[in-house]
């Protein structure tokens, strides 16, 4: 009997590692580092949606925001 093994990509600890390099404990400092991770993320997702790699942006939406469900949801098919 044969096992098929699939290669699942690991999910990224940017955000975890940027928080965990983090001395302060204030909760501005916590927020801003959150916020920037993030706005770093929509700015190169931004950037590659009318590219020729539009097709890992849309991944991206599709992973992080359920893009694939919208229409589902609306009411159409």
Same mark, same amino acid.
């Given at each position: 009997m044969i096992k098929i093994i699939k290669i699942v990509s690991r999910k990224s600890n940017d955000l975890m590692e940027k928080l965990l390099k983090i001395h302060e404990s204030d909760e501005e400092t916590i927020t801003e580092v959150i916020n920037e991770h993030w706005r770093e993320f929509w700015d190169e997702t931004e950037s590659i949606r009318y590219s020729e790699y539009s097709a890992i942006a849309y991944k991206r939406? #599709?992973?992080?925001? #359920?893009?694939?469900?919208? =229409? #589902? =949801?609306?009411?159409?098919?």
């Amino acid at each position: 009997m044969i096992k098929i093994i699939k290669i699942v990509s690991r999910k990224s600890n940017d955000l975890m590692e940027k928080l965990l390099k983090i001395h302060e404990s204030d909760e501005e400092t916590i927020t801003e580092v959150i916020n920037e991770h993030w706005r770093e993320f929509w700015d190169e997702t931004e950037s590659i949606r009318y590219s020729e790699y539009s097709a890992i942006a849309y991944k991206r939406l #599709k992973n992080i925001l #359920k893009y694939h469900l919208f =229409e #589902k =949801e609306m009411g159409t098919s």
